[in-house]
């Protein structure tokens, strides 16, 4: 093999290994181009979809324009009460079925609390169940339409443009979608209480089924108590909101009030919601109430 050979050959070589290492060079950056357009692969998301779905946001109350504490009435002495030795307070937990963890807290407290579960909320089931076994009263927590438009009550609202009949199999749902109640309040329902027909309507339902009601007074406007009271329905109705305001000091300053309010009346009903301030409060302050009694709502209905 002569010299000139050689050179060939070797240059042969050369070409060769340079076209090799171009080919690496491709197939590696395509191999990371293509990692990348994988991460954006709509096929490539399925774990991204197992995620559980951010709970949705949701509004227990409508807001009132002024905090109600005392509800207006012509009639200071509606409900009879009995002064005992400790005055008594009812305090129900309203919006019961959204917020797990909270709930959960709430219903572990050794207080006895009562409960209005929102019809179809998602963990129900579960959460009725643990009410129902602790002894805890347990109410519908039935929508109604609110006086804004922009306050939606959630699934199941009876809203007074919806013809009667259905509001009934509405209604009907409702009441039958928390197996373990006793009895029904309103969640919001600010213009559907103001009307004495509609709510009438409601409380005929829950007279036949042998449910009481607690008017959650969302409105100085509100008929069913009124209402309630003339067709012969065990009721009652909110005295105290505990949590307008989501702080855990203020809202023990309305537990504060809960109790004065009970020993001048010898009893009282308060509501709140399931906030963690509102459980950070019956944690921090809810020794306090050792000054009154803590009865189910069912035994302040008359």
Not at 15 to 29: G, I, N
Not at 144 to 151: L, N, T
Not at 210 to 239: P, V, Y
Not at 269 to 294: M, N, W
Request: proline residues 6%.
């Amino acid at each position: 093999m002569n010299k000139k050979t050689i050179v060939l050959k070797f240059s042969g070589y050369s070409a060769a290994f340079v076209v090799l290492l171009l080919l690496s060079a491709c197939w590696f950056s395509q191999s990371l181009t293509g990692d990348s357009e994988q991460k954006t692969d709509p096929a490539s998301t399925a774990t991204v979809l197992e995620k559980p779905a951010k709970q949705k946001s949701f509004v227990f109350e409508e807001p009132a324009a002024t905090p109600m504490e005392e509800p207006v009435s012509t009639q200071p002495n509606a409900v009879a009460t009995h002064v005992k030795k400790r005055p008594q307070v009812a305090i129900i937990i309203d919006d019961m079925g959204y917020h797990q963890k909270i709930c959960r807290g709430l219903l572990e407290l050794d207080l006895n609390l009562s409960f209005a579960f929102l019809p179809h909320a998602p963990f129900v089931p579960e959460l009725d169940e643990i009410a129902y076994r602790k002894g805890r009263d347990i109410l519908v927590h039935i929508p109604m339409e609110a006086q804004s438009k922009k306050w939606d009550p959630g699934p199941g609202a009876l809203y007074l443009k919806t013809p009667p009949e259905k509001q009934l199999v509405i209604l009907t749902k409702d009441l039958a979608a928390i197996p373990h109640a006793i009895g029904a309040n309103n969640h919001m329902g600010s213009k559907f209480t103001a009307n004495r027909k509609a709510i009438h309507r409601v409380l005929a339902e829950l007279k036949r089924q042998d449910l009481f009601f607690i008017d959650s007074f969302t409105s100085g406007k509100s008929k069913g108590f009124d209402e309630a009271q003339k067709m012969g329905l065990k009721t009652n109705r909110r005295q105290i909101f505990l949590d307008n305001v989501q702080n855990s000091k203020k809202i023990c300053h309305q537990l504060d009030k809960l109790i004065t309010k009970a020993r001048k009346n010898g009893q009282a009903i308060a509501i709140g919601h399931p906030y963690q301030a509102t459980l950070e409060a019956f944690r921090k302050c809810g020794d306090r109430l050792s000054a009154v009694e803590i009865v189910s709502v069912h035994e302040l209905v008359k």
